[in-house]
C-alpha cells in the first residue's frame, strides 16, 4: 500500500501558477476550444458528436461516422465576467452517439477547470489528447481519446499559434495526454468527512419566536437556520442532510468523490445552505479546498534533487473552514451583499465554521455518493477539536482621514462570534469603542480627538491552539518580509545607476540575508496535540525548499558575476517563500475591525489572526504586527469603486496570544490602562422642577438604555482590578464637540417657519424656528456668539442662493398623516401650507482671544447634564426651552492592580455585571439570568488606555512632481493638487493647471505633532504619509484623481545624518493604476520647544510655499531636445469643426517651444519645418526625468486656439543618444536617394533567355505554385509537393504583424507615431478617446557646462521633402485564422474590404461560405498618396443574404511608416533573383540598383563586380557567389550572376525580406480581444521610381477530381451470426463501403447462406472524389441542411470504411465489422486469406511501422485481404476478410478507361464476372423448390427416405394383417 500511495502521489495536479494578475472587475474573455479527432471511440456503427460546455454555453460539432472520427471543428465562447469566477467554471467535453436515443447514448467525458488552461504557457493546451471516461462507472476503462486545442484569451492575449507535427499522425497517444508529463490516470476516491459546523446567522424569520415569546414561551432565536452542504468538484454536486432548526449542526456523514487522478480540476468547494420549504435555498457562506495547497506531485524537485518522498496525495485535516461573507446580521430584506456568501469577493464579516477532513484513497470500491462517518472516526476528531482560551487587546492610537463629520463614530472588534454587537448569539464583551464625534483638522479631514486617552477594546475567545502551524507561518512571512525589502532596495540601486561596488554591496547583504534566514529550523512536531498528517507533508516539504534556497544562495555568491543576471532568480526564491507561507489549515478567523457610525455599519477591515499573535516560540514566530502599532485602511463592503474613497485610517495596536501567557502583553503594552464602570442619573422635568417624579418607565440610575435599574453599590472591582477614585460625574465627550470644531469659519444657520390655511395669509408656525430637519431651535435673538469667536457680519440675513424666491422663502404643503412638507418648491402656489426661509450668520475664529482649549467648551452644563425634548430622544449640551428630559454620566475609574499589570484587561469579562435579585425577587431564575446578562450588556467595560506623556515631532513632507496622471478635465488635463495627510494633520498643495504631469516643487510643514508612545517603539512602525491627488473644478465638487502611501524617515536627534531620497510612489485609484508621485518625507523628533534644533526652513517661491531644498531635490543639467516634428495625422474635429490650421506646443522641464503653423492639413499635413531646439534643466538621474508634453492647438478665427489633442511622452531614455558617435541612420538619406534615382530602372528581364521551354513551364505550374512557397516555409511539407527538392526558395512567416518584429524596430526609425487623446479619462476606459497621431522624434544630449565651448553637432540633419507622394499599393490576403463565428451555425462567410483613404475596395462578390479559416487568396491594387492616405484599412466581412453584413474585424497599417523606413519594408527582399516561374522579380528596382544606392547612402564605393559577377566588392568586403549558393540546387528560373550575388548582399543588410505576415483583427465590440487573424504583405511602390513588376498569382488551388474504384471480391471468416431453421450458423452477407465525408454509400448483392463466412460478390464501387494533391486532403462541398443558401466545405483525409453486414428481411440488419483504410497509409494487404490476421491493423496507441503500410495515390492500384474488425465486451475481435482491389484514377484516366458500378455497363476494366457461389447461396422467401432442395431434402434426406420406407413397410404390414384372416380361413377351409 506504501508503493502505491508513493506512486500515486506523483500523479498530483500542478501547482497553481502566479500569472493570473488580472483586475478584479467584469471583463471580457473569449474562449477557444478546437476539437481535431477522436481515436477509439468505443462501439460499432456509430455518429459520434461532441458537445462542449462552457459557463453555461454549449456548442456541438458536426456529426462524423466511425470510430476515428475527424472534425476540426472551432467553437467560440465570448463572456464577459470576474477573472476569479471565470477561473472556477469548469469545460466539460461529452461524446454521444447521434445514433442512440436512449440515455446510454453518452459513450464518454471529460472536465477541466477554466483556470488550469490559463495557468498553462500562452494561457493554452494546444494539441493534446484527452483520456474520456464514464462519469458514472469508475471501474470502466478509458472511453476513447480527443484531440483538442484549448485557448483562454483575456484582454490583449494572443492565441498561440497551432502547428500540425510531420508525424503526428503516428503519434503515441499516451505520451501527448493531457497531464504532467510521465503521469497515468488512475481512479480514486476523494473522501471528504463533514462532521460538524458552529455559529452559523440566524437566516430565518422570527416571527413564530416573537409570537412564542409575546406568550411567555422560550423563544430560540439563535438556531433560526436550517443548514446543509453542498460539495462541488469537477461537476460533480452532492449535498448532506438538512439539520433543522440548528446553528451548531453535526451531520457526521462522509462525501465520496470519484475522479481519475490527477484531476484538471483545481478546487472542491463547499457552500453551507439554509434549507427553506417553499423559497430558494440561501447560502450561508463558502469555503474552497485548494488541491495544489494540501498535496505536492514532487515530481520537478525529485527529478532536480534525486530526492524522494516529497510528494503526497490531498490531505486535509480534521480542521475547521471559516466562512467569510456578508454582515451576519438577520433583516426580512433580500442581503445586498449576498454574493460575499458565494465567495464573489472578500467577506466581510465571520459566518461560521465546518469541520472537515479529506482523505483519499486508492481505490473505486465504495459506490455510495455519501454515508455516516462510524462513530470511531468521530470520536478520533474530538482531540483536534480541543479549546484554549485566547486573549485579545486592540488599542486604538488614531482615526483619521474621516471625510465626513456629523454622527459620532464607534469602532467594533470581533473574532469570529466574539465581540459581535449586534449578533445575540454570542456572550456581550467589551469589543466596541465608546462614540466620538468626528472633529475637522482645519483643512480637508476629520479625525476623533482621542488625545492622550486611547480607547481599548478586550475580549477573549476559545479556539483550536494551532500555534505550531502559524508559527511557521509567521516565520516564512517575516523571512519574505525581509527579502522583499532587500530586493526593492537592489531594484532602486539599479534604477539610480548607482556605482558597482554599491550595487554589489546591497546585492551582498540581500544574500547574505538569505543565507541567514534559511538557515533556521522551522517548529518541531512532535509533542503536539492535534497534528495532522499534512502537517507533516507541509513541514518536510518546506524544510527541503528552505535548504534549496540556501544552496542556491551559496551558489550564486561563489559564482554569479552579473548582479542584474541574479534577480530571476532572486525573485524565484521570493515567491517560493511567499507560497510556503500560505497555510491551508488555519482555522482561526481573522479579526474584523468595524466601523459603526450610529447603528449601521460603514466600513471594515480584515486583520489576519495569524499577524498579531504572540508565540512562546522564537521572536521570529510572533506575528508581523503583534504588539505592533500598524496603520490600516478601512473600506467599505464590496466597495464598486475598489477603495476609491478611503472610509478611515486607524492606528491600531493588536496582540492576541493565549490566556495562559497573558501576562507576556505587559512587555508590548504601553501607557497606563485603566477601566470605567458607569452608569446614568435621569431626571425629568414636572411643573417647573427638575426631578425623579416624571420618569415613566425609567430608573434613577440606569443604564445608557435607561431600563435597567442600576445602583452604586451593586458595581464591585474585578479580579485584578481596584476602584481609583469615587464616582465622578463624566459627561459624554461626543456631546463636547460641537459642529464648528477645528474650522477658523462658521455659518450658523436657523429655519423661520409659516404657515397658513390654502389661499390664506401667512403667519408664524407653531414652532417659528428649527433647524434643517424640522426639529425647534432657539430663535436668532438668543443665540449668542461662542467664546473664541467673533461675527463677520451685523445681523442675520435670509439666504437667496438656493431654489428660493426673491425674499428667501421656499414652499410646500403637508399630506396627512405627515407633519411637515416632504419637498420644497421656489414658487408660491395657493395649496401651499407651508413656507420656511434659512436666517444665516457668518463667524469666524477670533485670534486675540485666548479660548481655553483645555477646559470645560463654551456652553456646557456646569453640572454635566444632557438634555432632550423627550425620553429617547437626541441629547445636545445646551438646555432649551422644549427640553423635558435630562440625565448626565456618572464614572468610577479602577487601575489594575500591580502584581497583574496592563495583562489585567483581560480579566474584565463578565467582571461588571450587577446581580439584581434583590429588585426582582418575583422573576424566575431563568429571568434573573437573562436580566444579568443584559445588565452586562449594557454596561460592558470601558477601557482606556492613557499616556502620560507625549512627544512632539515635525514633519516635511518633499512632494516634487507627479506623472501620467488621468485627464478628468474636458481639455485633456486635469487641475491637480495634492492633500497631504500626517496621522490628524493635513495640508494641501498649490494647484497646478492644465497639466497631467505637475510639478509642485513643494515642501509641506506640519509642525507641533504630538505622538503618544515610546520614539524608539514609534521608529520600527512609523506611521504613513499619505497623499491624495485631486482635480480642481471651479464648477462642481473636485474629481479624485487617487492616493498614494510614502513612508518617512524619521530623525530622531539632530545629529542624524539620514537623508531623504525622492522616489517615486504609485498612485492608485480603486484597483488601478493612475500614475506616480514623487515624493520624499522626513520626521523630525523635537527636542527643544522653540524649534532651533530643525533643520534650516527651505527657501520659499511664495508667502507660505515652500520649495524642495538642496541636497534632496534633483541635480540638474544642461541638456539639449532636438525634436523632429514631421506633422500631423489624423486629427478628429473639435467642437464640430475640422482640425485646418494645426501648430505645435512641446513643454519639457519648464521650457516651451512652438512649432510654425501648417496652413492646410488636407493638403499637406506635415510641419513647413520639422526641427526644434531646446535647451532643458533635465535632471541627471533617469529616474527623475519630466516628461515631454506635446499640445496640438487649432489656430481658429478670432484668434481662438483651442488644445485639440496633447500626448504625453513618459520615458525619454530611448531618445539619448551620444552627438559625436556616427550613426548611419540611412532613413532620412535612404528615401531622398530613391526618390531622386533615374528613370530609366525598368527591370529588363529578357537580358538572359531561360533554359525553360515554355510547355516545361506550363507542366511545372501543375506541380508547384505560391501555396508551395508558402506552405514550404510554414514547415507544411506534405502540403508544398516538389517545391523544396526543386531548390526553390521560401519566404518568411511572421507570426505578428511586421511592426511587432523585434529587429525592425516598429518601423518607426525615421519617425514614431505618437497618439492624441483629448477629453477626460471615463470610468470605464483605460485610455481616452484617440483624436489623431503626431509623426516625430527626439534626440537628447547632454550640453558642455561651459558656454565657451563649441556645441556638438546637431542630430537631425538631410531630411527628406516632406511634400505628398504617389504610390502604387498592392495588398495580398492569403488566409484568414480562426475568424470568430457570426453566424447560429458557428461559422461566418468571410470576405475581404480594403479602405485606403477614400477609395474602398468591398469584395464582397468573392465570399467563401461557411468557414472560420478561408482562403482568401486576393489582391487588390490601388494607387494613393502619402501621407494624407497613410492609413490602409483592412476589414473582414461575415456576408449576410437578408440583413446587413456584421464586420469580424479590422486592422489598420500605417503605409508612411513602412515608406520612411530605413528598413526597405515597401518591398521584401526575396531570397533569390528569378526572371521567370512563380518567383519572379517583382520590385522596381533590380538588385543591383538596390546595392548601387545603399552603398551611396552608407558611404561606400560603388560595388564592383569581378569575374563575370560572381564576385563582388563591397563596403571594404569582398564576396562570391559561391559562399552564398555553396550546396544549393540551381534551377532554370534563376536570373544572371551579378544580380543574384547583389541580391544576396542586400539580404545581409537588415532589410526587410520577403514575408508574409500575421496580422490580428479587433473589433470595436470587443475591443481588446483577438477577432481572429488574417495572413497577408503589402507592396509599396512609387511611381516616380517606374512601374512595378509582375505581382504573385496567389489564386487558392483548386481540387483535382479523382475517381476511387473499389472492386469487392470476396469475403471469408465472416462471424456466423445467425442460425436457419434447420440449426445451422449461416449470415447473409453484403458488404458496404464509403468514403467519410461523403455522402454516396454502395454496398454489394447479399450472399446468402454463408455457411462458412465465405462471400463471393465480383462488385465494384465507384467513389468520384475532389483532391488537393499537394495538401493531402478531399474537399467536401455540401449543403448542411436543406434551406442552407451554400455549400459548406470540408477538408478530411482521404479514408475508405468497408463494413460487413448480415441481412435481414424483417428487422434491421446486423453490423458485423469493419475496416478503415487511410488511402496514404494504406495497409499492404497479404496474398492469401489464410495470411490475413487481426494484427494487421495496429492499436491507434502504437504507432505504424513505415514497411507496412502505402500510399495509393503513388502506387495507384493494389489487391489482397484485408481483415475485418468488431468490439465485444471493450476488446477487439476479427469479424472478418475481405478481398478487394483499390484503384485510384485521375478524371481523364477515368473517362480513357470507363468503368461502371457494380457490374453494369461499361463492365470492364476489369470486367467483373457474376460471382461463382454455391447453390445454396439463395434467399429461401423467394425459392422454395431451392429450399426444398438444398436446406430440406439434403438435411432430412435419409429422413426421408426412412420414413418411405417405414411407410412402405406398414403398408406391407397393413396388407398382410388386412388378408391374413381371409388367408387363414382359405387355408383352414381348404377351398378346392
Known sequence: MAGQTSAAAKRITRKSKTGRSLPNKPQDFQIRFRVIEGRQLPGNNIKPVVKVSICNQTHRTRIKRGNNPFFDELLFYNVNMLPADLFDEIITVRVYDSNSLRSDSLMGEFKIDIGYVYDEPGHSVVRKWLLLQDPDDASSGAKGYLKVSMFVLGAGDEPMLEKKDVNEDQEDIESNLLMPAGIALRWITFVLKIYRAEDIPQMDDAFAQSVKEMFGGDSDKKNLVDPFVEVSFAGKMIRTKVIEKNANPEWNQAVNLQIKFPSMCERIRLTVYDWDRLTKNDCVGTAYLNLSKIASSGGEVEAATGESGLGFLPAFGPCYLTLYGSPREFTGFPDPYDDLNYGKGEGVAYRGRILVELVTKLDVSNEKKIEDIPNDDILVTEKYQRRRKFSLSVVFHSATMLTEGGEAIQFEVSIGNYGNKFDTTCKPLASTTQYSRPMFDGNHYYYLPWSNVKPVVTLTSYWENVSHRLDAVNILQNMADRLEANVTALKTAMLANVSDSRLAEVWLKLIDQVLEDTSCQLPELEGKPNITALDIQIRKLRMFYLENIKESARKLREEATDVKATLPDIEDWLLKVYQMAEEPQNSMPDVIIWMIQGERRVAYARVSAASVLFSTSPVEACGKYCGKTQTVFLKHPQDKTNGAKLPVQLRVNIWLGLSAVEQKFNSYAEGTFSVSAEMYENQALMFGKWGTTGLVGKHKFSDVTGKIKLKKESFLPPKGWEWESDWIVDPERSMLIEADAGHTEFADEVYENESRFPGGEWKAADEQYTDVNGEKSAPPGEIDCPPGWQWESDAWSYDINRAVDEKGWEYGFVIPPDTKPKSWSAAEKMYHTHRRRRLMRQRKKDPKAAADVKGRPPGQDPEGWEYAALIGWKFHIKQRSSDTFRRRRWRRKMAPSDRIGSAAIFKLEGALGADMSADDDSKSSGKDKETATTVFGANTPIVSCTFGKSFVYHLRCYIYQARHLKALDKDSFSDPYAYVSFLHQSKKTEIVHATLNPTWDQTLLFNDLEIYGDPQIIAKNLPDVVIELFDYDQVGKDEFLGRSICPPVLKLSGTTDITPKLLWYPVQNGSKQAGDVLVAAELILKTKADGSDLPIVPPQRAPKLY???????????????????????????????????????????????????????????????????????????????????????????????????????????????????????????????????????????????????????????????????????????????????????????????????????????????????RGRTEDDEDDPSIVGEFKGSFKIYPLPDDPGMPPPPRQFRELPDSGPQECIVRIYIVRGIDLQPKDSNGLCDPYVKIVLGKKVIEDRDHYIPNTLNPEFGRMYELSCFLPQEKDLKISVFDFDMLTRDEKVGDTVIDLENRFLSRFGATCGVPQSYCTTGINTWRDQLRPTQLLQNLARLKGFPQPAFLDDGNRISYGGKDYTLNEFEANKILHPHLGPPDERLALHVLRTQGLVPEHVETRTLYSSFQPNLSQGRIQMWVDVFPKSLGPPGTPFDITPRKAKKYVLRVIIWNTSDVILQEKSITGEEMSDIYVKGWMPGFDDKQKTDVHYRSLGGEGNFNWRYVFPFEYLPAEQLCVVAKKEHFWSLDKTEFRVPPKLLIQIWDNDKFSLDDYLGYLELNLHNIIVPTKTSSKCNIDMIPDDKQPVKPKSVTNLFEQKSIKGWWPCIAEKDGTRILAGKVEMTLEIVTEKEAEERPSGKARDEPNMNPKLDPPNRPETSFLWFTNPCKTMKYIVWRKFKWIFLGIILLLIVLLFVGVFLYSLPNYVSMKIIKPV
Open 1107 to 1317: 520649495m524642495v531644498p538642496q541636497g534632496i531635490r534633483p541635480v540638474v543639467q544642461l541638456t539639449a531636445v532636438e525634436i523632429l516634428t514631421w506633422g500631423l495625422r489624423n486629427m478628429k474635429p473639435y467642437q464640430l469643426a475640422a482640425v485646418t490650421s494645426p501648430s505645435l506646443i512641446i513643454q519639457c522641464g519648464g521650457e516651451v517651444v512652438e512649432t510654425a503653423v501648417i496652413k492646410n492639413v488636407k493638403k499637406n499635413p506635415n510641419f513647413p519645418s520639422s526641427v526644434l531646439f531646446m535647451k532643458v534643466l533635465m535632471p541627471k538621474e533617469e529616474m527623475y526625468t519630466p516628461p515631454v508634453i506635446v499640445k496640438v492647438i487649432d489656430h481658429r478665427p478670432f484668434g481662438r486656439k483651442p488644445v485639440v489633442g496633447q500626448c504625453t511622452i513618459e520615458s525619454l531614455e530611448e531618445f539619448r543618444c551620444d552627438p559625436f558617435v556616427e550613426k548611419m541612420d540611412v532613413a532620412p538619406q535612404a528615401r531622398m536617394c530613391l526618390m531622386s534615382a533615374p528613370r530609366d530602372v525598368i527591370i529588363d528581364i529578357d537580358d538572359k533567355k531561360p533554359l525553360l521551354a515554355s510547355k516545361l513551364a506550363e507542366k511545372e505550374e501543375e506541380t508547384v505554385d505560391w501555396w508551395s512557397k508558402f506552405f514550404a516555409s510554414t514547415g507544411d511539407h506534405d502540403k508544398c509537393g516538389q517545391y523544396v527538392q526543386k531548390g526553390y526558395d521560401g519566404l518568411k512567416v511572421y507570426d505578428c504583424e511586421l511592426e511587432d518584429v523585434p529587429e525592425f524596430y516598429g518601423l518607426t526609425d525615421f519617425c514614431k507615431t505618437f497618439k492624441l487623446e
